[in-house]
């Protein structure tokens, strides 16, 4: 019997009763949809992977009402009613697992992909989509009104349990509600009573359209978190009159694109876990309908104690499903510890998304794929595995291949497993990533595998363990650019591998030569021990490997430390103590500065392939030691390597 009490107790929504207080909620995943905009079994599978996980509640994200609110291309669409069969198959599809399965109704207005936004006013949308939205007519208005309840009829008649609406996050009822966003004049602008007026007509034809008993959800922000956006005090101010035009429930979530500090509407690690439950707290001070609290919660256990201290009714836990469809089951038998945790990172789901492409995950490269799997099949003839490196790529390809049977030996040269994400882990704000590391050990001791450390890789070491199979997991070392006059410079020359492990001593005021990932992290790092630190970066963007929202969280970080920054660097010549460079036609120097830190790139470390191809051995590169690469691309590789072999 869990100890999540809380969590695992059942909850009325209107008439509907839940299971449990979780919560899958709506996310933007662009895929599942094909050409005509109608879901697919990828889609199906997907959810039905989750359901099957024992989440008491889904909600599929977004579906477009309206073909000017169609967000992403690969968005759900509910504006028609040749979109409801497909929608069917779905529903009848996921309720054999248990679960309540709702649909969020979306229009993106200006924050739309498309080019051809529409909004209350033509004002552009504060960050990540480009270009001026029409601004709405009266009819169109009307128009957009009708669609909100045509769509929850379609959804209820799909066979969904409940609907809704998305009023959050900079979509359109957010258009509407906020003063920066809402210039008009007319019954639609000015006055609190007037820009609530679009959502509580859309509430009122939905209600209008479907049965009595079927629930209505909202989720609205509690905060904008930008100047003249909706606050707090205006969610407090709606959230009675909601509960009393019918709303079953309040999803409270906040931020929109442009949000201050930058990235917050989808968290990275660098915010706090739990970071908008004060918000719900307080909309449940004001209603008695359920509210769910969402804003990075990743542990079940932190997930109960909401609960538990009356802080929100339920609990939305968006990416950390994406991580471990098995969630839930494994949180309520009490098996906390193999669930695959969320690192918020962002990379494969945020910034996949907004790059236009489909959603996936760092800790599970299965995100997307699940129609393409029936669990992991066990292989014929196992094989005996040698993987070289107890970094992240050596141990999810360990995993994975030990669970298809074979039977898997990984020795490491150092003496500890990790490999750089270790040192990735070290600057403020990046210890999560240890979870992976974490996750993976306690997995590989389950399934048996030997892990052997401060071992030397040599033919007696092969001859005594006979593989079958090498895989060469190796990882990389940090390059040494070629610039002139770089080693003839009187500051002291480190690589940032050295300053992360503490090998080092600095002095006070450091140049970190690369602006990449790992060099922002450790001028964050050095900036944090007191340092005077400036970042020359000879391309034209920063830290591009990480995700948006996770690189804007560090950046900003930077900012309130006083870090200089310089991009488009190009070096003149170094100084004794310094480096005269020039960015655009400004030259600049730099002078009386102790130390050189080296961050520009990796090179991959393939020093053992010769003794495995002189013994004829079937070997294998992953990871950086194929070719230095993100770790999304690295764990999807390990994935795919691990199911091949």
């Given at each position: 019997?869990?100890?999540?009490?809380?969590?695992?107790?059942?909850?009325?929504?209107?008439?509907?009763?839940?299971?449990?207080?979780?919560?899958?909620?709506?996310?933007?995943?662009?895929?599942?949809?094909?050409?005509?905009?109608?879901?697919?079994?990828?889609?199906?599978?997907?959810?039905?992977?989750?359901?099957?996980?024992?989440?008491?509640?889904?909600?599929?994200?977004?579906?477009?009402?309206?073909?000017?609110?169609?967000?992403?291309?690969?968005?759900?669409?509910?504006?028609?009613?040749?979109?409801?069969?497909?929608?069917?198959?779905?529903?009848?599809?996921?309720?054999?697992?248990?679960?309540?399965f709702g649909i969020q109704l979306l229009h993106g207005g200006r924050q739309c992909y498309h080019g051809k936004g529409v909004a209350p006013s033509p004002l552009p949308a504060q960050g990540v989509v480009r270009g001026t939205p029409r601004e709405l007519t009266i009819p169109e208005i009307g128009e957009m009104v009708e669609a909100f309840g045509d769509s929850a009829r379609r959804s209820e008649e799909a066979g969904f349990d409940f609907v809704e609406i998305h009023g959050a996050h900079g979509y359109l009822v957010t258009q509407f509600l906020a003063l920066n966003s809402n210039k008009r004049e007319d019954a639609y602008g000015g006055s609190f009573e007037n820009r609530i007026r679009f959502l509580?007509?859309?509430?009122?034809?939905?209600?209008?359209?479907?049965?009595?008993?079927?629930?209505?959800?909202?989720?609205?922000?509690?905060?904008?978190?930008?100047?003249?956006?909706?606050?707090?005090?205006?969610?407090?101010?709606?959230?009675?009159?909601?509960?009393?035009?019918?709303?079953?429930?309040?999803?409270?979530?906040?931020?929109?694109?442009?949000?201050?500090?930058?990235?917050?509407?989808?968290?990275?690690?660098?915010?706090?876990?739990?970071?908008?439950?004060?918000?719900?707290?307080?909309?449940?001070?004001?209603?008695?309908?359920?509210?769910?609290?969402?804003?990075?919660?990743?542990?079940?256990?932190?997930?109960?104690?909401?609960?538990?201290?009356?802080?929100?009714?339920?609990?939305?836990?968006?990416?950390?499903?994406?991580?471990?469809?098995?969630?839930?089951?494994?949180?309520?038998?009490?098996?906390?510890?193999?669930?695959?945790?969320?690192?918020?990172?962002?990379?494969?789901?945020?910034?996949?998304?907004?790059?236009?492409?489909?959603?996936?995950?760092?800790?599970?490269?299965?995100?997307?794929?699940?129609?393409?799997?029936?669990?992991?099949?066990?292989?014929?003839?196992?094989?005996?595995?040698?993987?070289?490196?107890?970094?992240?790529?050596?141990?999810?390809?360990?995993?994975?291949?030990?669970?298809?049977?074979?039977?898997?030996?990984?020795?490491?040269?150092?003496?500890?497993?990790?490999?750089?994400?270790?040192?990735?882990?070290?600057?403020?704000?990046?210890?999560?990533?240890?979870?992976?590391?974490?996750?993976?050990?306690?997995?590989?001791?389950?399934?048996?595998?030997?892990?052997?450390?401060?071992?030397?890789?040599?033919?007696?070491?092969?001859?005594?363990?006979?593989?079958?199979?090498?895989?060469?997991?190796?990882?990389?070392?940090?390059?040494?650019?070629?610039?002139?006059?770089?080693?003839?410079?009187?500051?002291?020359?480190?690589?940032?591998?050295?300053?992360?492990?503490?090998?080092?001593?600095?002095?006070?005021?450091?140049?970190?030569?690369?602006?990449?990932?790992?060099?922002?992290?450790?001028?964050?790092?050095?900036?944090?021990?007191?340092?005077?630190?400036?970042?020359?970066?000879?391309?034209?963007?920063?830290?591009?490997?990480?995700?948006?929202?996770?690189?804007?969280?560090?950046?900003?970080?930077?900012?309130?430390?006083?870090?200089?920054?310089?991009?488009?660097?190009?070096?003149?010549?170094?100084?004794?103590?310094?480096?005269?460079?020039?960015?655009?036609?400004?030259?600049?120097?730099?002078?009386?500065?102790?130390?050189?830190?080296?961050?520009?790139?990796?090179?991959?470390?393939?020093?053992?392939?010769?003794?495995?191809?002189?013994?004829?051995?079937?070997?294998?590169?992953?990871?950086?030691?194929?070719?230095?690469?993100?770790?999304?691309?690295?764990?999807?590789?390990?994935?795919?390597?691990?199911?091949?072999?």
């Amino acid at each position: 019997m869990t100890a999540l009490k809380y969590l695992f107790s059942p909850i009325k929504i209107g008439a509907m009763e839940v299971k449990n207080r979780l919560v899958m909620p709506p996310m933007g995943i662009n895929f599942g949809v094909d050409e005509g905009g109608y879901v697919t079994d990828q889609l199906k599978a997907y959810f039905a992977a989750r359901a099957k996980g024992g989440t008491g509640m889904m909600i599929v994200g977004g579906a477009a009402v309206h073909p000017t609110g169609l967000d992403l291309p690969k968005l759900p669409r509910i504006w028609a009613d040749e979109y409801i069969p497909a929608f069917r198959e779905m529903t009848d599809a996921i309720h054999q697992y248990d679960v309540k399965f709702g649909i969020q109704l979306l229009h993106g207005g200006r924050q739309c992909y498309h080019g051809k936004g529409v909004a209350p006013s033509p004002l552009p949308a504060q960050g990540v989509v480009r270009g001026t939205p029409r601004e709405l007519t009266i009819p169109e208005i009307g128009e957009m009104v009708e669609a909100f309840g045509d769509s929850a009829r379609r959804s209820e008649e799909a066979g969904f349990d409940f609907v809704e609406i998305h009023g959050a996050h900079g979509y359109l009822v957010t258009q509407f509600l906020a003063l920066n966003s809402n210039k008009r004049e007319d019954a639609y602008g000015g006055s609190f009573e007037n820009r609530i007026r679009f959502l509580l007509e859309a509430v009122r034809d939905i209600k209008k359209k479907t049965s009595p008993d079927f629930p209505l959800g909202i989720r609205i922000n509690g905060d904008d978190f930008i100047k003249d956006g909706w606050i707090i005090e205006d969610a407090k101010r709606i959230a009675p009159i909601l509960e009393r035009e019918g709303a079953a429930y309040l999803h409270i979530t906040a931020g929109i694109y442009g949000s201050y500090p930058p990235g917050i509407s989808i968290p990275s690690m660098y915010a706090r876990q739990g970071v908008f439950i004060h918000l719900a707290e307080e909309i449940k001070k004001v209603v008695s309908i359920p509210v769910i609290g969402v804003g990075r919660i990743k542990n079940p256990e932190h997930a109960d104690r909401i609960i538990k201290e009356g802080r929100a009714d339920m609990i939305s836990m968006g990416r950390a499903h994406l991580a471990d469809p098995e969630l839930s089951n494994k949180a309520r038998m009490g098996n906390i510890a193999d669930i695959r945790p969320c690192l918020g990172c962002c990379l494969g789901c945020a910034h996949n998304v907004f790059s236009l492409e489909a959603a996936t995950c760092v800790m599970n490269p299965e995100v997307n794929r699940e129609y393409l799997f029936k669990g992991h099949e066990k292989v014929a003839n196992p094989k005996k595995i040698l993987v070289i490196g107890a970094g992240p790529s050596g141990l999810a390809v360990s995993r994975l291949a030990a669970i298809r049977g074979h039977k898997v030996i990984v020795c490491e040269q150092k003496m500890h497993v990790g490999g750089m994400l270790r040192l990735a882990s070290i600057p403020p704000g990046r210890s999560e990533f240890m979870e992976l590391i974490d996750y993976y050990q306690r997995e590989l001791e389950k399934l048996c595998v030997e892990i052997r450390l401060n071992v030397l890789i040599d033919d007696d070491l092969v001859d005594s363990i006979k593989p079958d199979t090498i895989v060469l997991a190796t990882g990389s070392l940090p390059e040494m650019p070629q610039i002139e006059g770089l080693f003839d410079t009187d500051m002291d020359i480190h690589t940032v591998v050295e300053v992360l492990k503490g090998e080092v001593s600095l002095g006070d005021r450091v140049i970190v030569l690369g602006g990449n990932q790992v060099g922002l992290e450790t001028a964050d790092f050095l900036a944090g021990k007191g340092k005077e630190v400036v970042v020359l970066h000879r391309d034209g963007h920063f830290a591009i490997e990480m995700a948006a929202n996770d690189r804007v969280f560090l950046i900003e970080r930077l900012k309130q430390q006083n870090v200089k920054r310089y991009k488009e660097v190009s070096i003149k010549r170094f100084l004794p103590q310094g480096v005269l460079f020039r960015v655009g036609d400004k030259e600049i120097r730099l002078d009386h500065f102790e130390d050189m830190v080296l961050s520009e790139g990796m090179r991959s470390i393939r020093t053992l392939a010769d003794l495995f191809k002189r013994k004829g051995l079937e070997v294998y590169f992953i990871g950086d030691a194929k070719n230095p690469r993100s770790l999304l691309e690295s764990q999807s590789e390990a994935d795919e390597l691990g199911r091949s072999i």
